[in-house]
């Protein structure tokens, strides 16, 4: 079976650095994706990882290791609008499949 | 920016009844998606469609769901027969590329099956 594990909720401090971690166990691994979600709105892209490493973009960064089931999402110089659900997604095979979603990480930012 | 667009914004049905869910992709995109959200749960995957036909479907997507592209821009998500947890937000995706590209969601459809 698909399973995605994530922190139901996080808290931290505007301006801050937050990591927001994800362990998944899927019967097949084709990437990783980290989605965000303000309330009431879709999920809007912000990350994808294939192979192990860190990848960048602006102040956000997502981590994965593949053989430890594990990627984590990186969040830095936070701002009052991060406030958000942060999406942990897995496509396991190729294909064209469907992302597997965790419950997602709500993120509250704090003055 | 090119986006996904989806009508109606809000649908409210009463059980048994059908509905038509209407979205259209980024143009250039190959690969449609439908997934759902229950309000407080996760957001699941029902369907992936490609060249005219589905390509994987969940365990959610019975056959009460069908999906269609009856033209060259629309693809449409049928609930032939409502019923009470069926109520969700539904959400269109598309992708250009299939292996590492992203897949755009559009801004939702909140049904309400009463």
Known sequence: GQNIDQPTEMT??????VQINCTYQTSGFNGLFWYQQH?????????????????E??????FLSRSK?????????????????YLCA???RGGADGLTFGKGTHLIIQP | EPEVTQTPS???????????????????????????????????FLVSFYNNEISEKSEIFDDQFSVERPDGSNFTLKIRSTKLEDSAMYFCASSEVLEVDEQYFGPGTRLTVT
């Open chain 1, 90 to 92: 897995v496509r396991d």
């Open chain 1, 69 to 85: 089931g594990y990627s984590y999402l990186l969040l830095k110089e936070l701002q009052m609008k991060d406030s958000a659900s």
């Open chain 1, 12 to 17: 931290a401090t505007e301006g801050a650095i």
């Open chain 2, 10 to 44: 809000h649908q409210v049905t009463q059980m048994g009844q059908e509905v038509i869910l209407r979205c259209v992709p980024i143009s250039n995109h190959l690969y449609f998606y439908w997934y759902r959200q229950i309000l407080g749960q996760k957001v699941e």
């Open chain 1, 39 to 55: 309330a009431g709105e879709a999920p809007t892209f912000l990350s994808y990882n294939v192979l192990d490493g860190l990848e």
């Open chain 1, 57 to 62: 973009k602006g102040r956000f960064s997502s």
